[in-house]
C-alpha cells in the first residue's frame, strides 16, 4: 500500500487503533484539511481525505461498511482502499488516499 | 502518427453520445474537441421532467461529468456558442475568438423551443421548456397556489403542467387539439390520460386556440383564448414543439431543408461534416425523441471509425413522464380500411390496450394503465413478424402468449443481441448489464442499477432487466414477485426479515446476517440502520443499539447541514415555550455565534449552522435550561403540532393544546420506522394542519376525530379518518395504539402513508377498534417507552461516545510542505 511513499516520509502518530471505533471514523484535522481514519469490521485501518469527491461531504461522518463508506450527504460510497466511488458513480473523481502504517497499534499518517 | 482532429458543436444528448460510441469503438483515433452552447457538463435533458418535479436533482441526470471529459482527453468549451464554420480552412470559430481545426465535425446543435407569436409573448414569466435554466426559472416561479398555463398537450407540455402541480402550483394545460398527445395517442387513451392528469390536480382544456397572453406591469396574468375566455395565470409556459437549430449549418452553405440534410452515414453535404439528432433532417424526417438519435449516433460512429453501418430511420415509441400515469405508445394507431384492432379494457384497474395490425403483423400499440409489454409489442411491430397464430392472445402481453404456447419467454431476451438498448434513459445495451452481472456476480435489480444505471431511472425498463437478470442467473434469480429486498445485501424482503428476527430470537445484526444468510460481510448503508431499528423494536430493553449502523444525524443527535456543519432542534411541547426557553436559546445563538435561528414547519426552533465539536455544550446549555433533544434528526416522534384550541380560540372545542403537549410527552424518544409527526387541531378549522401529518387529530364537539396517512414532505396526502372517540383519555390510548402498530408493522423508512396504502385502512382499523388488540398495543408501546425517553442530548454531555465529537490528536505538527 506504501509502494509510492518516498523515504523521507515524515511519519506522525495520530492516536490508537483503538480509539477508531470498529465500523467506525475519527476526523484529524490537518493544515491541508482534515484527514478520515477509518476502522472497518474485520480490523482494518485505512485513511483518506475527509472529503467526498461529489460535493465534499464529511466521509469520517458516514456509515462503514465492507472496506467502503457512506458519504452522509448523498449517499456515495466511497472505496476505502482507493478512495474511488463505487457502482453507479465509478470513475467520478476520487478522494485521495492517506499514508498509513500501523506500529505498536497506534496509527501513523505519513507525509511526504 | 498524429491524431485526426474531432470536432463536435454541441454538448447535449446527441453530441456527447457520439463521442462516447466513438471512444468505444476506437479511443486513440481522434484528439476530440466540443463546443456547448450551455455552461455546463452534459445531462440527460429528457429526465428533465422529473427535475421539474422534484422527483430527481440536476445531480442525479448528469450523464458525463467533468472527470469523464478529463479522463479521455476530451477539451470541452462549455458556455462558447460557436458562430461559423470555415469549410475551406475546416476551422470553427466560437465566441470571445476561440477557434478549432477539424479533420471531421460533428454538429450535434439540437433544437430550440418553438415560441408561438403571439402578441404578449416577451411579457415576463413566458416560458419555455428545454433546459436547465428553464426549469430554474419554472421552479422560482412554482408558488404554491400560483396558477400556471402550459400552452401544448404534448408529451412535454403534460410533464410540465404534472411536474409544476407537484410543487403545488394549479396547472392547467390549453391543447389546440381535442386529444391530448394525439400524435402518439387515440382518443381513448387521451381520455383517461385526461382523467388522470385531473386526479393528479392538473386541468385541461381542448380544442383551445390562444390568442393573446394578457399581462399587467410587464409580467403576465393570463391567457385570452379565441373564445375569449381568460385563463389567470402567473406563470405561462409554452410547449408547442421543437424546430431544427440549423443557423451554422445554413451559414456555411450545407443544404438544409427544414434540418441538416444528411445521407444514411449521417453525413452533410460536406464529406467532411456530419450531423446527428434533432437539428438533422434523414430521409425527410426530423426527430425529437432520444431512441433515434441514440441509433444515429452508433451509426455515425461507425462511420467516424472505419465501419459501414447505414441508418435507415427509426420507428418510434413514447413514454410519458408522469408518476402512477403508464402510457405507452408506438407506430400507427389512426386504423383504417386496412387494419385490424384488438382492443382491451378494464374499467376496473383504468387500463387500455389497443393493438393494431395490418396485414397479420403489429403496427402500433397504444397502451395504457399498464404498460409492462410495450418493449414486447414494439420488438414485434420493428421485427415484422407475423402474429396470425398468437392473435388470440396477444393483448394479454407476452408471458399470457409465450405461457400459453409453451415458450419460454426467457427465449427472447436470451437472443436479444448485445448492444440492443435496454436502458435509453441511461443509455445502457444488453452486453453492458450482462458483463455486469457475470464480472461482478450481481443478482438482484438493484445491484444491476446501482452498477449500470439501467432502469435507475424513469424505470419503464424494468421488466426487461428483470428478464435478463432471469435469463442469466436462472434459479439464482428471485423475481421481486412480492417483497421487495431489503437491498442488495440479500434477497429477503423486510416482512420476512422482522418476522424472523422475533419467531428466531434473533438479536444482534450480526445474528440476523448469519441466520438470513446476508451476501455480504456487515452490510451496506442500506441495510444496517433497518436491521437496527427493527432489533430496537423486537426487543426494547434487551437490545443494545448498534450506533454505526445509525446515520450520523442519529448518532449525533443533530442534522447534518450541506457545509458539514449540523442544525439543533431543541424540544418545545406541543409548540408551546417561555420567557426562560426563549432566553436560553437566545444565549446559546449568541455564546456559539450561531448564524441561523429559524422556526420550522413543526413549530419548533431551529439552530443552524453549529460546529460538530460545538454540540455537547450547546446541548449541555440547553439541557440547564430544561430542553431536551427534539428528534429533528430521526426516524423518531419529531412534533406534535398544535393550535391554541379551547383555550384561547372562540371556536376551539377541546382543548388541543393541552392534547398536543399530552402527547409529546408520552410519545417522545420513541424510534418509528420513518419519521413521525403528528398534529391536534381544536377545530375542524384545523388551523395546526392535522390532515396533512402522518397522524392528526380534529377535535369536534362531540369528541376526537383521530386521521392517519397524511403526508407534506415528497409526496402530499390528505389524511383519511380511522377512527372516533368520545374523551381526550382514549384519544392518547388508540394513538399509542396506532403508534406501536405501525413500528411493528411498517417497513424501514415506510412513511405511514405508504404502510396504509400497502396494508390498508380497514386492517387498522379492525386492530384499533378491538378493545383486547388495542390494549395490547398501547401496553407494549408503553413498555418500549420506558427505555426510550432518555434524553441523548444529557447522555453525550455525561460523555457517552465523546470520541464522536473530539477529533484525533496529532503528536507532532505537519512539517510544513
Known amino acids: 500500500m506504501n509502494a509510492h511513499v518516498k523515504e523521507e516520509t515524515i511519519w506522525i502518530d495520530v492516536g490508537a487503533v483503538t480509539d477508531v471505533p470498529l465500523r467506525g471514523a475519527r476526523r484529524v484535522p490537518t493544515p491541508r484539511g482534515a484527514v478520515a481514519v477509518f476502522r472497518t469490521g474485520d480490523g482494518r485501518v485505512f485513511a483518506l481525505k475527509d472529503a467526498c469527491p461529489h460535493k465534499g461531504g464529511p466521509l469520517s461522518q458516514g456509515i462503514v461498511h465492507g472496506h467502503a463508506v457512506a458519504c452522509p450527504l448523498h449517499n456515495w460510497s466511497i472505496d476505502l482502499a482507493t478512495g474511488e466511488p463505487l457502482g453507479a458513480d465509478r470513475g467520478k473523481g476520487c478522494s485521495p488516499t492517506v499514508p498509513l502504517r500501523i506500529e505498536d497499534g497506534r496509527i501513523l499518517l505519513g507525509q511526504v | ?817
Open chain 2, 1 to 817: 502518427m498524429t491524431k485526426e482532429r474531432l470536432v463536435v458543436i454541441g454538448n447535449g444528448m446527441a453530441g456527447c453520445r457520439a463521442v462516447q460510441e466513438v471512444l468505444k469503438r476506437d479511443p486513440d483515433r481522434y484528439e476530440i474537441t466540443i463546443f456547448g452552447a450551455e455552461p455546463r457538463v452534459n445531462y440527460d435533458r429528457i429526465m428533465l421532467s422529473p427535475v421539474l418535479a422534484g422527483e430527481k436533482t440536476f445531480a442525479d441526470i448528469v450523464i458525463n461529468d467533468e472527470a469523464w471529459y478529463r479522463d479521455n482527453g476530451i477539451v470541452l468549451h462549455a458556455g462558447a456558442p460557436v458562430e461559423s464554420i470555415d469549410r475551406a480552412e475546416r476551422l470553427v470559430r466560437a465566441a470571445g475568438g476561440l477557434e478549432a481545426g477539424y479533420d471531421r465535425l460533428i454538429l450535434a446543435t439540437g433544437a430550440d423551443p418553438i415560441r408561438l407569436p403571439l402578441p404578449g409573448a416577451d411579457l415576463a414569466g413566458v416560458v419555455t421548456f428545454r433546459d436547465l435554466d428553464d426549469v430554474e426559472a419554472m421552479t422560482a416561479a412554482a408558488k404554491p397556489g400560483a396558477k400556471v398555463v402550459v400552452i401544448g398537450g404534448g408529451l412535454l407540455g403534460i410533464e410540465a403542467a404534472y411536474g409544476l402541480a407537484r410543487r403545488g402550483m394549479h396547472a392547467t394545460v390549453v391543447h389546440l387539439m381535442d386529444v391530448l398527445m394525439e400524435r402518439q395517442l387515440d382518443a381513448s387513451a387521451g381520455f383517461l390520460l385526461t382523467e388522470a392528469l385531473a386526479e393528479r390536480g392538473v386541468e385541461t382544456v381542448l380544442g383551445a386556440q390562444s390568442e393573446e397572453i394578457v399581462g399587467e406591469g410587464g409580467q403576465v396574468t393570463g391567457l385570452r383564448l379565441k373564445d375569449g375566455r381568460v385563463l389567470p395565470c402567473d406563470l405561462l409556459v409554452m410547449s408547442v414543439g421543437i424546430r431544427p437549430n440549423t443557423g451554422i449549418a445554413r451559414a456555411a452553405r450545407l443544404e438544409v431543408n427544414r434540418g441538416v440534410v444528411v445521407d444514411d452515414a449521417l453525413r452533410t453535404s460536406d464529406p467532411a461534416i456530419f450531423a446527428v439528432g434533432e437539428c438533422v433532417e434523414h430521409r425527410g424526417q426530423c426527430y425529437g425523441l432520444v431512441a433515434p438519435i441514440w441509433e444515429m449516433c452508433r451509426t455515425l460512429a461507425e462511420a467516424l471509425t472505419g465501419g459501414a453501418g447505414a441508418y435507415e430511420g427509426s420507428v418510434l415509441s413514447t413514454r410519458l413522464k408522469v408518476s402512477g400515469v403508464d402510457v405507452f405508445s408506438a407506430g400507427e394507431f389512426a386504423g383504417g380500411g386496412d387494419c385490424e384492432d384488438i382492443v382491451f379494457r378494464d374499467a376496473g384497474r383504468g387500463v387500455y390496450k389497443r393493438i393494431v395490425l395490418r396485414e397479420g403483423k403489429v403496427a402500433g400499440a397504444v397502451l395504457f394503465g399498464d404498460a409492462a409489454d410495450g418493449a414486447w409489442y414494439f420488438d414485434l411491430m420493428r421485427s415484422g413478424a407475423s402474429v396470425g397464430d398468437i392473435r388470440e392472445t396477444l393483448v394479454f402481453g407476452q408471458a399470457a402468449t409465450e405461457g400459453l404456447r409453451g415458450l419460454d419467454p426467457s427465449a427472447a431476451v436470451a437472443a436479444m443481441a448485445d448492444d440492443a438498448e435496454v436502458c435509453g434513459c441511461n443509455g445502457v445495451c444488453k452486453g453492458t448489464i450482462t458483463s455486469a452481472i457475470a464480472g461482478e456476480g450481481l443478482a438482484t435489480l438493484e445491484a444491476v442499477r446501482a452498477v449500470t444505471k439501467a432502469s435507475a431511472s424513469c424505470g419503464s425498463c424494468t421488466p426487461l432487466v428483470e428478464k435478463i437478470l432471469a435469463a442469466q442467473l436462472g434459479d439464482a434469480f428471485q423475481v421481486q414477485a412480492g417483497p421487495k429486498p431489503v437491498c442488495g445485501c440479500t434477497h429477503r424482503g423486510h416482512g420476512e426479515v422482522r418476522k424472523r428476527i422475533l419467531a428466531e430470537g434473533l438479536k444482534s445484526i450480526p445474528a440476523v446476517m448469519q441466520a438470513l444468510e446476508w451476501t455480504t460481510p456487515d452490510g451496506c448503508a442500506t441495510c444496517r440502520p433497518a436491521l437496527n431499528y427493527y432489533l430496537v423494536c423486537a426487543w426494547p430493553g434487551e437490545y443494545r443499539d448498534d450506533k454505526q449502523s445509525r446515520f450520523i444525524n442519529e448518532r449525533v443527535h443533530a442534522n447534518i447541514q450541506k457545509d458539514g456543519t449540523y442544525s439543533v432542534v431543541p424540544r418545545m411541547w406541543g409548540g408551546v415555550t417561555s420567557a426562560a426557553e426563549l432566553r436560553a436559546i437566545a444565549d446559546v445563538v449568541e455564546k456559539f455565534a450561531i448564524p441561523t435561528v429559524k422556526v420550522t414547519g413543526g413549530q419548533r426552533v431551529d439552530l443552524l449552522g453549529v460546529k460538530k465539536e460545538d454540540l455537547p455544550a450547546v446541548w449541555a446549555d440547553l439541557n440547564r435550561a430544561g430542553m431536551v433533544s427534539g428528534h429533528a434528526y430521526g426516524k423518531a416522534l419529531r412534533t406534535v403540532k398544535t393550535c391554541v384550541g379551547s383555550e384561547w380560540c372562540r371556536f376551539g372545542t377541546q382543548d388541543s393544546t393541552g392534547l398536543g403537549v399530552r402527547l409529546e410527552k408520552v410519545m417522545w424518544g420513541a424510534w418509528t420506522p420513518a419519521k413521525l409527526k403528528l398534529g391536534v387541531s381544536g377545530c375542524p378549522r384545523n388551523c395546526a394542519e392535522a390532515t396533512c401529518k402522518d397522524i392528526g387529530v380534529v377535535c369536534v364537539d362531540s369528541g376526537f376525530e383521530i386521521h392517519i396517512g397524511g403526508a407534506a414532505g415528497l409526496e402530499v396526502k390528505k389524511t383519511e379518518l380511522l377512527t372516533k372517540v368520545a374523551s381526550e383519555d382514549e384519544a392518547v390510548w388508540a394513538i399509542c395504539a396506532i403508534v406501536q402498530l405501525y413500528r411493528e408493522d411498517a417497513w424501514y423508512l415506510e412513511r405511514i402513508w405508504k404502510w396504509m396504502a400497502r396494508v390498508g385502512l380497514d386492517a387498522i382499523r379492525a386492530e384499533i377498534e378491538d378493545p383486547d388488540r388495542r390494549r395490547a398495543l398501547y401496553d407494549r408501546f408503553a413498555y418500549a417507552q420506558r427505555f426510550a425517553r432518555i434524553d441523548p442530548w444529557a447522555e453525550r454531555v455525561a460523555g457517552r461516545d465523546a470520541h464522536e465529537f473530539n477529533p484525533l490528536t496529532r503528536r507532532m505538527e505537519f512539517a510544513p510542505a
